[in-house]
């Protein structure tokens, strides 16, 4: 009884330790979906995780409150992050890049080529750009005659295609993703993109560095065996987004 005591306890032991609860972001199409078990960011790292042999448990919350979830030990991982986000965490390979552009509409004749043009322009941004995308950027928007940190997609969007501003800042495939595509009046409008920011790597956020181990490995497996392409190309379709 005592040996049968002691198998039940490691194999409990074992099936606690195979689940990993995954902090993911809110809803933001095409990368991650409503409820967190979808999206292209999403469904890489669930894929990434079962290819371990790990057993994913999505928590879908804010990323302040999921930082602090992480770092507390109420998750063991968390999605779209970049090194240095939480002290302590291990970082996974990149699982994705994030493409933040300068989109314009195309009959605006509006060409860009480097950062301090937009000094010249409406600029709206993603909250929290002028942090984030450098001095460079931030220099050329404080000149700007003005320029708006909008967190909606939807707004930026609108605010575009009705000509309430000149440029947008924002990740490429979320904008593309986004359903506004049109302006007041119903009319479709071409937009051109500017890569004037490096693509911007996320990463997997692990509490510890065995489970990091686990994803980076079984995330060259997902490569090889061309799930990654495919999952990456089932997403493009869905959303209608540009191809690289």
């Known amino acids: 009884m005592l040996r049968l005591l002691l198998i039940c306890c490691l194999f409990a032991a074992g099936a606690h330790a195979d689940i990993v609860r995954l902090a993911v972001g809110l809803a933001k199409p095409p ?9 292209l960011e999403a469904t890489l790292a669930l894929a990434t995780l079962r290819q371990a042999g790990h057993q994913p448990l999505v928590v879908q919350l804010p990323q302040a409150r999921g930082l602090a979830m992480l770092g507390s030990g109420r998750v063991d991982a968390m999605l ?12 996974s390979q990149p699982l994705l890049h994030y493409r933040n552009r300068a989109i314009v509409l195309q009959g605006s004749g509006i060409v860009l080529t480097q950062l301090s043009q937009l000094s010249q322009y409406r600029v709206v941004a993603f909250q929290n750009a002028r942090r984030l995308l450098g001095d460079d ?15 909606e997609q939807d707004i930026q969007n609108r605010m575009l295609f009705n000509h309430r501003v000149d440029v947008v800042i924002a990740d490429e495939l979320i904008f ?20 004037l920011f490096p693509s911007s790597p996320r990463h997997v956020g692990f509490r510890s560095e065995r489970l990091r181990q686990d ?15 495919r999952i990456y190309r089932f997403y493009r379709d869905k959303y209608q987004l540009p191809r690289d």
Do not use: C, W
């Open 137 to 151: 950027f931030r220099r050329a928007v404080e000149r700007a005659p003005n320029y708006i940190e909008q967190g």
């Open 80 to 91: 779209a992050l970049v090194p240095g986000a939480l002290e302590g965490i291990f970082y």
């Open 215 to 229: 994803f980076d490995a079984a995330l060259l497996q997902l490569k090889s065996s061309g799930e990654y392409e």
């Open 31 to 39: 990368y991650v979906e409503a409820g967190g078990m979808s999206g």
């Open 176 to 195: 593309h993703a986004n359903p506004t595509q049109r302006d007041l009046n119903n009319r479709s409008q071409a937009v051109v993109s500017y890569a």
